[in-house]
């Protein structure tokens, strides 16, 4: 009886050990694969940042950022603007919106619409987002080509990046965190802006940059809405004259559709050089304010902590 008892003791031992060391090489195959995807994803990235990053460099001179018809650095300051109106637009609408659904939204119906909502918007291409805004920020305000109309429909684009990762980063903070906060006497409210938004302030910044490289890139949706035509005049400050700089409500383009327009029209001789540069320059804008944005989530991830500590 105890010889038995002995081998099956001996037996389930094995198997247990064999179960073992199959899972654990399992785990190593799936570590092995997973650190494969990642690199060949990191290595396209270098390998596309550098041919289009050298592309441009071959081509660039200094007439090409020049602030002249025939350069792009009108059209550099038309990007940076326009994506800054569309995040002034986009960023507290989409936190807002993330907020009440994760806080205040009932679950139910109301809740599944907005989610449905939210995928459906996320989900609509450029070009139908353009032509919705041309319909309706352009034909039916009986206005021009304008950066506005062309930052409302990027916004359009980038809500439901930021509605979703706002939502997202709010459910997965500990429910301690908030139970503490209001055990301590703090409101609902006093509950969100001093808790659970400083400590979902890298998902949320994570959001914001994508919805931001959204910006940068877009092309469909501001062909359009914002124009093609740029007419600046860098020694007129009042913002109500259609060349001021500032003035929302004037035509932009910007440097994405100056490539598409410099690779289909080609209306001049150096088109491709103007196309190579302004690729490799929206390139470099989009890597720098990734980067930018990152290292400002980090060290405010860590004020808060430190200041939740």
């Not at 995807?37 to 081509?59: E, P």
């Not at 302030?201 to 035509?229: D, K, W």
Request: glycine fraction near 8%; charge should be negative; proline fraction near 4%.
């Amino acid at each position: 009886m105890t010889a038995d008892m002995t081998g099956t003791n001996k037996e389930y031992l094995r198997n247990v050990d064999g179960g073992l060391k199959r899972a654990h090489l399992f785990d190593e195959i799936a570590t092995a694969t997973f650190y494969i995807v990642s690199g060949a994803f990191v290595l396209l990235l270098i390998a596309f940042t550098l041919y289009v990053v050298w592309g441009g460099a071959k081509a660039i001179s200094p007439e090409i950022f020049s602030f002249s018809e025939t350069g792009i650095g009108n059209q550099f300051f038309n990007t940076v603007y326009l994506v800054f109106l569309s995040l002034v637009i986009s960023v507290p609408i989409g936190i807002a919106a993330g907020v009440y659904m994760a806080e205040y939204a009932p679950e139910g119906r109301v809740t599944n619409s907005l989610r449905i909502a939210i995928e459906t918007l996320s989900s609509l291409p450029s070009i139908v987002v353009g032509l919705f805004g041309y319909l309706v920020f352009i034909i039916m305000v009986n206005t021009q080509w304008n950066l506005f109309s062309g930052a409302l429909a990027v916004s359009i684009l980038s809500l439901p990046l930021i509605t979703t990762t706002t939502y997202d980063a709010f459910k997965a903070l500990p429910i301690g965190w908030k139970h503490g906060s209001l055990a301590l006497g703090a409101t609902h409210w006093e509950t969100i802006w001093h808790v659970m938004l400083p400590a979902s302030v890298g998902p949320i910044m994570t959001g914001i940059i994508l919805a931001a490289g959204r910006g940068f890139g877009e092309a469909a949706a501001l062909l359009y809405t914002a124009g093609m035509s740029t007419d600046i005049n860098w020694s007129v400050w009042d913002i109500t004259s259609p060349v001021c700089p500032l003035n929302p409500f004037r035509p932009g383009e910007t440097l994405s559709l100056q490539v598409w327009a410099a690779r289909t029209e080609a209306t001049s001789a150096s088109a491709g050089d103007v196309a190579a540069a302004a690729s490799a320059v929206l390139m470099i804008m989009v890597l720098v304010f990734s980067i930018g944005a990152r290292l400002l989530s980090r060290h405010l991830a860590k004020k808060s902590e430190g200041e939740n500590a």
